[in-house]
């Protein structure tokens, strides 16, 4: 095997895991420990932690290892607002210029994410939470707003999963209500009001992060 395919395979892992949680934030990495458990020499995995350093996932400390980073409530609020930005955007260009969406697929993501949550399956249920936002933001066909899209879904998701892990007795999968909402309120063409649900996520995210003293 070429040692690009085994930088691409220990990167993939390694993010993979950290995404996923199962390398939480705080967690102290050794390329040692890694190489044995993809079962390759460190040379591939100093390259991958390199990329993922770039990415800002983890983060080499002199003489200790790798460091898993935390992603900051500021830096999801800010990619939050961003997206919530851009649906905003998608659904007044509905109500005003008249674009249009399949809305049938638009349920398709919505009844995955809503079988996710009941299975439990949190990464699914975020995944398909972040593929129905998605969705009406690509009927817009501009291509700048889904690499930005897609560019945060890592980290983003990657907030949800710790978070879930962290606190396991609270309440979670509220993108079912919400996204549930917008999807009824696109099918009967109410666009203002699909916004306006969108808007006051958001605020509500916003407000809550500031009571819980997190901002």
Known sequence: MS?????????TKIRQKIILGDFMPGTLLSENELANELNMSRTPIRTAISHLESEGFVVSLKNRGI??????????????????????????????RGCSIDISELEKYLNKQIEASRLDNYPEYIRYSNLFGRYIISSLNNQAMLQIMDSYHDKTSMFATINWKRTPHQPHYSAN?????????MASNDYVGAKQIVKE????YRNRLVT???M
């Open 212 to 214: 819980e003293g997190r």
């Open 3 to 11: 040692s690009k395919s085994l930088i691409d395979i220990a990167y």
């Open 67 to 96: 460091l898993v980073k935390e992603i900051s409530v500021k830096e999801m609020l800010d990619m939050i607002e961003v997206m919530s930005s851009f649906q905003m955007h998608a659904l007044d260009s509905f109500n005003e």
């Open 177 to 185: 209500l919400v996204n549930g909402s917008v999807y009824q309120a």
């Open 201 to 204: 996520t958001l605020l509500n």
